[in-house]
């Protein structure tokens, strides 16, 4: 399988996509969780689309596997965090809904993408 650009991966584009609603889901976040649990979520939602890019851009499957595998620990990272958002009340049950099933799409191409390598 020969991939020539990781912004072509539609897996990327939607880990983008997961990454900018995380911004703009944690904009509204108290200003006490500024080094807390925002800074947290922002830096594991930017892990998905970085290391999707960055295994992508290796020489080999197996490394772009186990970049891959990275990223979707990062996501369900992100995961866990919105849940934990949602129970403190910093977002509403329709974002959490929003971004998980986002998560879960951005889930199911990661692991096509992995199986599709071996």
Known sequence: MSIQNYQDLIVWQKAMLLAELVYTLTKQFPKEEIYGLTSQLRRAAVSIPSNIAEGQARNGTAEFRNFLSI???????VETQLILAKKLAY?????LNNALDLSNEIKRMT????FKLR
């Open 71 to 77: 990223a979707s620990g990062s996501r369900a990272e």
């Open 111 to 114: 692991h096509a993408l992995i």
């Open 91 to 95: 977002i509403s049950e329709a974002e």
